[in-house]
């Protein structure tokens, strides 16, 4: 079917196409971070000129209007789009946002450039455009990537600056003044993220594959060894760092975090002293911590994105939490929850002191969190116990 489709494409390009329209020119156009999350990266698009004509290759078109658009990408079922169009349409969003764009115009041949060209087309067609996003895997800027690397016959990449990057490390990078888009990253995201990337698997961000391409080359169609990169042009000379300013420090996660761990502390003091538990405080942490334990099990045995399990906060956060807000009033349930909270004290103690052994790399706010949870558990054993005793 491509093949057919090719051949007819060919055919009204000699015949549409003036015999004077001139050379195919290509690029790798690389839009530097904006101030929205989904912005934080920035984007990549392919660029082809030929004649009058001048499209731009978007492979991230989506919409948020379209049916149970959050659960579907929660789930890892998110659809995105390719979508070619005048390159005049493309600019104005980056110049609006102040983001630097570059162009970098890419050393293919002819025959090359027009097959990069049809086999876009081809996929821009309403039947073909969309695909399954992954936003590491397959993305807007591993599109572009695996399209050129196919028409080329394969790039040869320069070693990465840095070999120590995992993909969380490299979301920290662009995130560093969104400290609470990086916690909910954190907590959805398991030790699938956490492993050393080689010099493709860096590219998912567009910084990274536009610094790749420009020491990349490959074979060329006489032999010889070829840079890929052919010019390197800024078509908006914007920041390079559009973002917001930073999150003040009371503001930070790991600050909330301490005074949650404070009120804790303070309140499991208080409780001691009396013999007596802080239902309502119990009530409202468990409720919390289990309802975001629904969240992160339905991300580690629901969801298709393979960077959420495992996950080892599972032990920490899980609807079991959801254990004492469900019994904490009811007396005859005393005995329950008591063995609730004595294994949700030792699994929790466990995994916190065990954490750095772990695959899995943790936000910083976690540990005062999960200090937390060990406190109101052991709480409740002691407490308990010494009722029993006076029983």
């Known amino acids: 079917m491509f093949r057919k489709l090719m051949a007819v494409l060919c055919a009204v390009a ?132 695996d399209m050129i690397e196919a028409v080329t016959g394969g790039l040869n990449y320069p070693q990465p600056a840095d070999t120590t990057l995992t993909f969380r490390k490299m979301m920290r990078s662009y995130s560093e003044n969104y400290p609470w888009y990086q916690f909910g990253v954190d907590l959805a995201l398991g030790s699938g993220i956490d492993y050393r990337l080689d010099a493709r698997e860096q590219m998912f961000a567009p910084i990274y594959l536009m610094n790749a391409f420009q020491g990349a080359t490959f074979t060329d169609e006489s032999g010889r060894v070829v840079p890929l990169v052919k010019e390197k042009i800024v078509l908006f000379d914007g920041s390079e760092s559009p973002v917001l300013p930073p999150t003040p420090w009371y503001l930070s996660p790991v600050f909330i975090s301490l005074l949650v761990l404070a009120a804790s502390l303070a309140v499991t003091v208080k409780d001691i002293k009396r013999r007596k538990i802080s239902r309502w405080f119990d009530f409202i942490w468990f409720l919390t911590t289990g309802l975001a334990g629904c969240l992160v099990f339905f991300l580690v045995f629901v969801s298709v994105h393979e960077a959420t399990s495992p996950n080892y906060l599972a032990f920490w956060l899980n609807p079991f939490c959801l254990v004492v807000p469900l019994l904490i009033f009811i007396k005859s349930m005393r005995k329950w929850l008591y063995f609730y909270h004595f294994i949700n004290f030792a699994i929790v103690l466990i995994l916190l002191a065990a954490w750095g052994f772990l695959p899995q790399c ?29 029983r």
């Open 362 to 390: 943790a936000n910083a706010a976690f540990f005062p969190l999960m200090l937390c949870s060990i406190i109101r558990s052991a709480n409740y054993v002691y407490i308990e116990k010494c009722a029993r005793k006076s």
């Open 14 to 145: 000699f015949f549409v196409m003036p015999a004077n329209a001139g050379d195919y020119r290509v690029s790798l156009v690389t839009c530097y971070p904006g101030q929205i999350v989904y912005e934080l990266y920035g984007h990549t698009a392919i660029r082809i000129q030929h004649g009058g004509m001048d499209k731009a290759y978007n492979f991230g078109m989506f919409s948020f209007s379209k049916p149970n658009f959050i659960y579907r990408f929660v789930k890892g079922e998110t659809d995105y789009a390719l979508a070619g169009y005048p390159f005049v349409y493309f600019m104005p969003e980056y110049v609006e946002r102040n983001s630097k764009v570059v162009e970098q115009v890419l050393n293919l041949s002819q025959k090359q450039a027009e097959e990069l060209y049809l086999r876009l087309e081809w996929l821009s067609l309403p039947e073909n455009r969309e695909y399954r996003y992954n936003y590491v895997l397959d993305n807007c800027a591993t599109r572009p990537r």
